[in-house]
Each structure stands twice: as C-alpha cells, then as structure tokens.
C-alpha cells in the first residue's frame, strides 16, 4: 500500500517537474529531477516527505534559483550503490575476516558520513555493502558471491579473506561480469586465469617475502628451512620465498607442508631443529603463526633468523605470545608508519587514526587492504563517471594514483604493481617496518634479540 | 640430537593430551550411546575459562583445572537432566542432532561474549623444555598434561573397578535394561556419568590451552580426532582411549618424521584415518577392546 502511494505521488511530481521545467527551459534541472525521481520510484528507499521536498525545491519558478539548485544538485544523495562481500565471521579466518570488515566499513563510513558519497555527473550516492558469513569455507563463500548477485542485486563486489575463498568467489563474479576488487587474496594463481573483472591492490603472494629474505642475505644468512600449509596462499608464498632464497644465495634445506587445520607442528620443527638452519620461513595464515612459535618453545628451536608469513605485524600476536616472537620477521602490505599518502583518507597515519577511533584498535594490513579496495573501486566508479561494468572496468585498468596504502596502478593481470611489499620485525614489544630501505624506520635485528 | 627418540618424545607428549581429550567423548558414547557432537565445544569451553582466569587473576592453568572441572561437573549435570535426558529414549539421530545444535549454539555464544580472536593462555610452570643430554627436548607443557591425564586415568579406572557407582556405570553400558532390573537408577547414572565426562573434558581445555590456540570454532578438529580415538579404542574404554591415543600419536609423530619428501605431515592424517576405515570394516570392537563395538547400543 505504502509503496503504491510512493509511485504514485512520484509519478505526480515527475509530471509536475516536467511542466515546471518546460516553462523555464532548464534541460539540466529536468534530467537531474527526472532521474532522481525515477531512482526514487525504484528503490523506494526516500521518503515521501524528502521527495516532496525534492520536488518543492527544484519546481521553482525563479531561473537563478534553477541554476543554484541543479550545483546542488551534483552534491546531493541521489541513490545508493549496492556492494556486497563474503566474508569469514566464524571459522578459521574470523580473525582476518573481522579485520577486512572493518577495513570496508571504514571506507563506507568516511565515503558516506564525511565524503559525501561517490561523486558521479548527476550527484552523489551512498555506498551500502551487504555482508555474509563464508564461514571461512571456500564452497560457502563462493554460493554467497552468487547469492549477493543474483539475489541482492550488487553492482560490484570485495573480496573474501584469502586466496582459497577468493578463488572460487572470483570465479562466481567473473561468469556474471560483476567486478571483484579485493586486497587479501594475493595468491599468484589467481591472476594467471585470464579474468578481466578481478583486481588486486595488494601485493602478489610470491612477492610476500622478497624484502624480508634480501634483508637476511645482506646480514649474511647462508641456509634456511620452509614450512607451510598446502594450500593455495601459503603455497604462492612459500614458492615465492625459495624462489628469492635462491636468488639471494640462501641455500634451502628443507622444506616440509602439512595439512588444512593443522594442531601440532612439533614434528615438523623437530626435524628442522637437527638441521641447524640459519633461518626459519613459515607460511601459513594467523593461527600458523600461534602454532609454529608454540612449537619453536617447546622442542627449543631458536633459528638467527624467523620469517612467518602471516602474525608478525600483527599487533595480537604480541599480546598473545610475548617475548616468544620477539625478533620475529614478517611481510606487510602496509604500515601506519609508511609514507603513504593520497586526496582520499589522507595519509597513512590520518587512516590509522580514523580506522582506531571507528573500532578502538589499530590498522592491522589486511583492514587497510580491504579499506584500499573499496577506495579503488570509489575513485574507478568516479573516474568512469558511471557504475556501468564496462566503463569501471577500464578506469581500474588505466588507474595510477596514491593514497594512504600506497600507489595504486594495475597491470593486465588486475594486480596493483605499483606498491611494494614491506617486512617488519617485532623489536622491544614494537611491530617496526625493517625492510625495505625506503620504508624501513628501524635497523632490522640479525640474529634475533642482537 | 638423535630423531628417533624425539619422534618418540613427541608422539608420546601428543599421545598425553590426545588422551585427556577424548576420554569424556568415549565414555559418553560407551555408557550413554550419546554422540556428543559438541566434545569439541566443551574442550574450547574449559580452554577459554583458563584463558580468563590467567587472564584476569593470573592463576596457571594447571591450577584453574580442577575448580574448572567442578564448574562443568555442574553443567554438564543440569544440561544431561534438561536436554541430554529428554531424548536418551529416542534414535541415535536425536541425540546426536540436539548435540550439534548445542555446539554451534557454545561456538558462537562464546564468540559473542569473547570475540573471535586467537587466544593463546601463556604458563610459567609449562613453558619450555628440559634437556634430555644431547639426545632430545622433553616440552614441559605436553609432560604436565600428560602427568594429569595419568593421574585421571589411574582414579576413573579405579572409580569404575571399585566404587559401586562406578559398577553400575559400566553395568548401564553393558545391558541398559538387565541393570534397571537389578535396581540401578539408569538415570542417575547417566547424569553423572554425563556430568563427570563433561568436566574432564573442559579441564582437558583448561590444560592443553598452552598448547594449542584458542578461539570460539576450535571445537571441530578435536571432535574429529575423538571420533577416530574412540572407534579404535572401542567404546567407554579407559585403558583402551590411551592405547589409542598413544597409538595415534606416535604413529603421527614418526610417519611425520620419517616420510620421505615434504609430505610428512600430510601422510600422517592419511595414515591415521586410514587406520580408522580399517579399523571400522576388519575390527569394529576396536584395537583395545572397549566396552562394547561401535556398531552396538541402539535403543
């Protein structure tokens, strides 16, 4: 009944605006109220008093007052884009899937209630993302991808929490040409599928430990050992870590993988610890990181040199573990210390300081990768001038511009190459970016506690 | 540092907490015919209680263990009489179901008042290793569990021997109806059994939650391993749950170790679940001799 109401007292304004505006011959004042009514009648998400006064406002009589409200006009809310996410609230992934969520929020937040909404020719929209729970299950988050198109409606998609769920999702979206920009699933894999609606802001996974590992070599490190999850993530690191061990001379003597869900990696650190390496490199995800130093404790494991993919700049792992992962070496995508900056969010720091007094606790990497997300689909929306596919598409692919993350530039893969990949190292109870020289803010610590 | 005897170390540390873990679950199922689909709940249940009382008073998990294994008694006493009791007489399905239901309802409730983070419950008395000379570490926290899970043992088989209690549990395990013949309270039996397993099971959490992280899905995995322990020990078997979990350790521990390539993990999870479909087909008594054979005890 209410929503009969709604198009028909829209269908009236519309009927009215058009005769106000033939009578003024303002073109532009028609368009914009045409549209805004029509968006109005379709989402039925206005009010019946705010399109009343909509109406009242523009089907003025005085042109002067025309002008001046059609520049409004550009600045007013004039629809929503619709955005939706899969993202992991229970399961393995809760952490990291906390984080991301937080990371989008923060960006929706500011876009909305400080920017004003997403700039296009015939004003401003609202972002609104819907999320579900994947359950930190690849199957799960791959149906709700096809859910929040088909059933929801989303224009455009983020991505999940990592490589394994951002597979099968990005699979979903590219069948139904709805883009994915995502910045934590940065498996290389991913990229080499030719898809043309999935981009990366993060860096990709084979890269995760390249400063890191150049790092060890200029200290001198001479061998190393590698364990990780086999899965597809930890596996794109860890080919990418012996690929750089390689090249920086390090020679590996090891490498183990274990199975999803691991509970104990003693056995694996045992066989590590009669091998004398001079460095440990361990991928895997969070709670890897909780395992592998659990097991360094307790068959006393003590390498110069810890490398673990995921934990290090996490500031949780400190609180956690303690003096356990002190010295312990990690790979960021990003820090609040680096010398990020952009016209949106500002710098790195003024994003840290946002996203802290949002969720009273700091950035970790992975909230400002999903932040950086949606940023970068923002500025491709703004650039195309319309949320048509086609055209954000190809504003994604010609983007080079810096924010708070870092420079954002795409290659024809859809990964951002232009940014690169940090390593920090936990000094003194302080998650300190080490590595590389451009970035770093302390001198990195080798062997460990030196 | 000679491999093998770590190996050995280390499948036996394992072994220890792998023990304490599952015995509730087997004794549930032996007595009850109950498959408690939340075991792994109550094991993140106990481990988040230590996680708190470390936290917050500083108390070592090795002592909150016991006030958290009388905590759970009483839970697991008022869950068994308000939910467990109301479908024992109905298929196995019910019981099963109305379990399942109970986990995800702890898993998320406990993510709900304590977040979904990793926890990791820090011990000065467990932390770190002793040297054995030159040949091995022993881990100072898997010794402490496996100590306790002696200790439980030695009572709960001592209980079930000598107490008449105890004598009526295994009695209610055996023939259900030929015990309430002979005048056994089956329904007091079966809280108490129930609220007992509950509690070891929670205090197993307590002290293995400086062994393995913490959070609200943790459950799942462990309910798994349970699963496996109890169909090659055989059901409601207490000597029978540490064979087995010995078994499985080590058998993990030295297939990991001596595998040849990167895979040494991975083959062990294989090994071990192949030894389980075997087990199932060619023996469904179990390797130990349980109280009864997995396929048995429908009502």
Known sequence: ?450 | MDTLVQALINGIAVGGFLTLMVLGFSIIWGVMGVINFAHGEFIMVGAYMAWFARSEWGVEPLYSALPIFLIMFVVGFVLQKLVVNKVIDRPHLVSLLVMFAVSIIMSNSVKLIAGADFRRVNSDIQRGFWELGDIATIPRKHTVVLVVAIIVLVALQTFLQKTRLGKSIRAAAQNREAAQIVGIDIKWVYAFTFALCIGITAMSGALTSTIIPVFPFMGPPWALRAFVITALSGLGSVKGTLGAAMFLGLLESLVATYAPGSSGSQLAVITAFGLLVVTLVLRPQGLFGGLRPVDAGGH
């Open chain 1, 1 to 450: 009944m209410r929503k009969r109401l709604r198009l028909a007292l829209a269908l009236f304004m519309a009927f009215g605006l058009v005769a106000a505006a033939c009578g003024s011959d303002a073109t532009d004042v028609v368009d914009s109220a045409g549209e805004a009514v029509a968006d109005a009648a379709e989402s039925a998400q206005d009010t019946v008093e705010d399109v009343a006064e909509d109406a009242a406002d523009v089907a003025t009589d005085d042109g002067a007052e025309d002008d001046a409200t059609a520049e409004e006009g550009a600045d007013t809310i004039v629809g929503t884009i619709k955005i939706g996410a899969a993202l992991s609230e229970t399961g393995k992934f809760s952490v990291e899937g906390k984080d991301s969520r937080q990371g989008y929020d923060t960006w929706a937040k500011w876009v909305n209630e400080e920017y004003g909404g997403i700039q296009l020719p015939d004003g401003r929209y609202e972002v609104e993302i819907v999320y579900y729970d994947d359950e930190s299950d690849a199957d799960t988050a791959a149906n709700l991808v096809q859910r929040l198109i088909d059933e929801d409606g989303v224009e455009f998609l983020l991505g999940p929490y990592s490589s394994g769920l951002t597979t099968g999702a990005s699979a979903i979206s590219e069948a139904a040409d709805v883009i994915m920009v995502e910045g934590n699933g940065t498996s290389d894999s991913m990229f080499e599928r030719d898809f043309q609606n999935l981009f990366l802001v993060a860096t990709v996974a084979s890269d995760y430990t390249k400063s890191g590992i150049e790092a060890f070599a200029a200290k001198g490190a001479k061998t190393a050992v590698v364990a990780y999850e086999d899965t597809s993530f930890p596996t794109a690191v860890a080919n990418g870590a012996i690929k750089h061990l390689e090249d920086n001379g390090i020679e590996v003597l090891a490498v183990e993988t274990y199975p999803k869900d691991p509970t104990d990696l003693s056995p694996i650190i045992s066989k590590f610890r009669e091998l004398e390496p001079d460095i440990f490199i361990g991928g895997g995800h969070y709670i890897d990181a909780v395992l592998f130093t659990n097991a360094a404790d307790d068959v006393g494991f003590a390498p110069d040199g810890m490398l673990i993919t995921v934990g290090p700049s996490n500031p949780k792992l400190i609180d956690e573990l303690g003096d356990s992962v002190e010295g312990v070496v990690g790979p960021t995508q990003w820090e609040p210390t680096m010398a990020y900056s952009g016209e949106w969010l500002g710098s790195a720091q003024d994003f840290a300081t946002r996203y802290e007094s949002y969720w009273g606790e700091a950035p970790v990497y992975q909230a400002a990768s999903a932040a950086a997300s949606g940023l970068a689909l923002h500025i491709a929306i703004e650039q195309a001038g319309t949320t048509d596919t086609a055209a954000v598409r190809e504003a994604l692919r010609a983007m080079n511009v810096d924010t708070f993350y870092g420079p954002i530039g795409f290659d024809d893969r859809g990964v951002n190459t232009s940014k690169p990949m940090g390593t920090v190292q936990v000094q003194d109870g302080a998650i300190n970016v080490v590595a590389p020289d451009g970035a770093a803010i302390a001198d990195f610590s080798y062997p460990r506690g030196n």
